[in-house]
């Protein structure tokens, strides 16, 4: 596990604590701290260029 999927999952585990599961941040924590590919895009509109590769 690298030290980013356990600071989504540390994210997933405190939002769930709290309740506050109906958010777009819970739902991106919760695939990234599974190991999922991330459900939000990093623009609006998308960026010309990825900027996750760079």
Do not use: C, H
Not at 1 to 22: H, K, P, S, Y
Not at 33 to 49: I, V
């Amino acid at each position: 596990m690298t030290t980013e999927i356990r600071n989504w999952a540390v994210v997933a585990a405190l939002m769930e604590a709290q309740g506050a599961t109906n958010s777009q941040m819970y739902i991106r924590a919760k695939a990234l701290a599974e190991g999922k590919s991330d459900p939000m895009p990093t623009s609006f509109p998308a960026a010309p260029f990825s900027i996750s590769t760079v």
